[in-house]
């Protein structure tokens, strides 16, 4: 199994969670971190993906919270590097670019620099 096989596996998984998170009212149930692997990068014998679940949307909020962003940032969109975000979670073990977030225009989930987007929801009214 190679390398580009297992993102392909873990995007493949991420979709099948979001099923059932939706099923069980929840906001988010998705892979995080590392996938960890055994093996060498064109041959893997193995891996395993860590999962979080994330019940409401007040959970996000209280990690967003923590990282130093307003009350009520979950779910906000912010115009960040030219283009608009749907604030979409929060990576705590990852503080600097702690915010989780969705590009509208593509769909596509990046993590933004906490700082940034602090800064950016300070200068705009809720």
Same mark, same amino acid.
């Given at each position: 199994?190679?390398?580009?096989?297992?993102?392909?596996? =873990?995007?493949?998984?991420?979709?099948?969670?979001?099923?059932?998170?939706?099923?069980?009212?929840?906001?988010?149930?998705?892979?995080?971190? =590392?996938?960890?692997?055994?093996?060498?990068?064109?041959?893997?014998?193995?891996?395993?993906?860590?999962?979080?679940?994330?019940?409401?949307?007040?959970?996000?909020?209280?990690?967003?919270?923590?990282?130093?962003?307003?009350?009520?940032?979950?779910?906000?969109?912010?115009?960040?590097?030219?283009?608009?975000?749907?604030?979409?979670?929060?990576?705590?073990?990852?503080?600097?670019?702690?915010?989780?977030?969705?590009?509208?225009?593509? =769909?596509?989930?990046?993590?933004?620099?906490?700082?940034?987007?602090?800064?950016?929801? =300070?200068?705009?009214?809720?």
């Amino acid at each position: 199994m190679t390398g580009t096989k297992v993102k392909e596996i =873990n995007a493949e998984v991420n979709a099948a969670l979001a099923v059932i998170a939706k099923k069980h009212g929840m906001v988010s149930f998705k892979t995080t971190g =590392n996938i960890s692997v055994e093996g060498g990068r064109d041959n893997i014998s193995a891996f395993r993906i860590k999962v979080e679940a994330i019940v409401s949307a007040g959970d996000v909020d209280a990690q967003l919270v923590a990282l130093g962003l307003p009350v009520a940032s979950y779910g906000r969109v912010i115009n960040y590097d030219g283009k608009k975000f749907l604030i979409s979670g929060a990576n705590p073990g990852k503080p600097k670019f702690g915010v989780s977030a969705v590009d509208i225009a593509t =769909n596509k989930t990046y993590s933004l620099v906490t700082a940034s987007v602090i800064r950016i929801l =300070n200068s705009v009214p809720a």
